[in-house]
């Protein structure tokens, strides 16, 4: 009768009958399960399928076997895995699915995937603990050639309570075909704020966290074709994108946050930084706007030593004069990371010039395991 | 080499190496692709699938079958469709999927499905125009039996600016497996309001969407098993779920919003509504609590007339005082809803005891087309 009702609100919902819908489902399934020991069991209803894998994960090798049992439900227990937050999906006869039990997904507009958190003994920085929490709030805003941007904003805890109090602000831009959800969703910056505030060991700030992409929304909302393969780091299609980002965060989402909270606007109290794309748009946006942002973070990403030498000689010039001006430049990367060269080459043409930076590096890969490493960084040591 | 730095970086990101991510992309696939004559164009990668359906859609007949290019993208046009905000998803070999290429998912625990709006030559009451918008806040808040609940918020437009101005407040639950996002993300609640308010057709209020399974919250929290089948409606699983939530509304979620947002805070600004599960919820904590609310409104829901001799003799035994207490009882169905039956029953039973209420029925199902046809009807009578 359960199995019934929900099969048919299922379908309902879904808009097909029951029969249209999928294969029975039998039992209620319950994945991921992250057992005391951190070994996680993942299982998956396919009564009908001939294989199921575990794909996607970064914990263990890649592509492990699921075993299906009488009821058609598919399962296998992975680790003990490292505490952290991981991307997984199921590949299900060769189709890569997110898990159907799991609410926790990867915001992202090209790939699916589903979130497991393996919890640490000693809580993580990242884990939701029992402090004063700050709120996470999409806005719209009037953004770029007459379309509305959409925008996520969080306010440290009290933020809403109290009616004077102003706040430095962090601009957070994530990675290409990541969303304006990925920094808090994934990243979980807020949790990190929230945990780092409580302990005193970060500055209460706001941090605003754009769309990354604001051509899409444009060709979204006039009908037009949405642009060829958003994924070019060169080329006019790329530089337009670079351009139009940096015009919609300096004209349209700056001057909107300003105007509706209660932010300090001068440049020692204003941060920027970025993943990836958004790494390469955080360094580009702080070198062409240096009267705008004291602080730069670039996790993950760099700007060629040829493009350097072409676009910002303002920055290379007069290196006391940048080296003033930035009360940080930061530079992190993972020696696995596809972009490791690309960022050390960089790294090494900041020393060339004299320009003071910051670097870090762990292992790891281009991975938001390691953009969670390079939020516990740098989330400390901004507006101080 | 667009395409190599693609399957680099999504692999690397999926934590995977390139060749274990997925079969080679190819082209860069747009998804779905809402044509002028308002047909729809569907597609899907997958070079070596045999089979492609578009599944699971409320428009036309389900699974329609796609055909495959030179370059292994499956495509199929439907339509002309009814302009709406429709659920859809593809199966691949039998393999229920999301479309990878759309980001707008319906978010929901038991299952996954994309979203696709087709817009209306007079723009729906539901579209992004161009009025002043409101915000959506997540906030974490003490929730039952120690655990940290979630719970959005919506606030009009101007709110974040004034410091004084109080609002009405409308407590709006999702349905069964739906979550606390749902009802903005596919309900639209919130572009509805905004379009309304700017019309002077709804009065200005806060709506607020709390998570309709706080044992599900508790069970994650404190790492026991999840509850087995959610979805049962009667036993004491489902009666000690339905207690849990009005407790956690009642003692948790009114207070601690009352708190922290400019609430009017008396019976006559509060208002109770909710889909399905969240509907039956409204019901009975409405009925449980007549001193918190004057307004309740029940999408696609109902208490049975047992439940009701049973338990909310309060209601029944003097009809002119429930007449005079529920400024408004409002009950809304689709003729073609598995819960018709039932919905017409307890409006019969209310008929039968002189209880006044609103009935709204109209065509369609268990689904959230009709889900914005209720919030159409009912939001513009709330708080006058």
Request: charged fraction near 20%.
């Amino acid at each position: 009768m359960k199995i019934n009702l929900y099969l048919l609100l299922l379908g309902i919902l879904l808009g097909t009958t029951v029969a249209q819908s999928q294969p029975p489902r039998g039992p209620f399934v319950i994945s991921p399960k992250v057992n005391s020991d951190k070994t996680v069991t993942f299982s998956y209803l396919a009564p009908n399928a001939k294989t199921v894998l575990l794909g996607g994960s970064q914990f263990g090798q890649a592509d492990v076997p699921l075993t299906k049992n009488a009821e058609g439900v598919w399962s296998v227990t992975v680790g003990p895995i490292k505490p952290d937050i991981y991307p997984y999906s199921f590949k299900v006869d060769g189709v890569t699915v997110m898990d159907p039990a799991n609410v926790a997904f990867f915001p992202n507009e090209r790939f699916k995937a589903s979130l497991v958190e393996i919890p640490s003994d000693e809580p993580a920085i990242y884990a939701l603990k029992n402090v004063p929490h700050g709120s996470i709030t999409y806005e719209y805003y009037p953004s770029v050639e007459g379309s509305t941007g959409t925008v996520v904003v969080y306010t440290p805890a009290g933020y809403t309570k109290e009616t004077a109090k102003k706040y430095p602000v962090y601009y957070l831009i994530s990675g290409t075909t990541d969303t304006e959800e990925t920094f808090w969703k994934v990243g979980k910056v807020n949790l990190m704020l929230d945990n780092m505030i409580a302990a005193g060991t970060a500055k209460p700030m706001i941090v605003v966290m754009p769309y990354g992409n604001p051509l899409a929304k444009i060709a979204e909302q006039t009908g037009k074709d949405k642009p060829a393969d958003v994924m070019s780091r060169d080329g006019d299609d790329a530089l337009r994108r670079m351009k139009l980002f940096e015009t919609d965060l300096v004209a349209h989402v700056i001057p909107y946050i300003e105007k509706n909270y209660r932010t300090i606007n001068n440049r020692d109290n204003r941060a920027i930084g970025g993943f990836s794309r958004g790494g390469g748009q955080t360094l580009r946006t702080a070198f062409n706007n240096v009267d705008k942002f004291a602080y730069v973070c670039s996790y993950a990403s760099y700007i060629s030593p040829a493009e350097m030498d072409k676009s910002f000689t303002n920055i290379t010039s007069n290196p006391d004069k940048t080296n003033k001006d930035f009360k940080l430049l930061w530079s992190g990367i993972g020696t696995d990371d596809f972009l490791y060269k690309g960022t050390v080459e960089f790294e090494d043409y900041l020393k060339a010039k004299k320009i003071n930076f910051k670097s870090y590096v762990t292992d790891g890969g281009h991975t938001w395991m390691n953009v969670k490493k390079y939020l516990n960084e740098t989330l400390p040591v901004l507006f101080k």
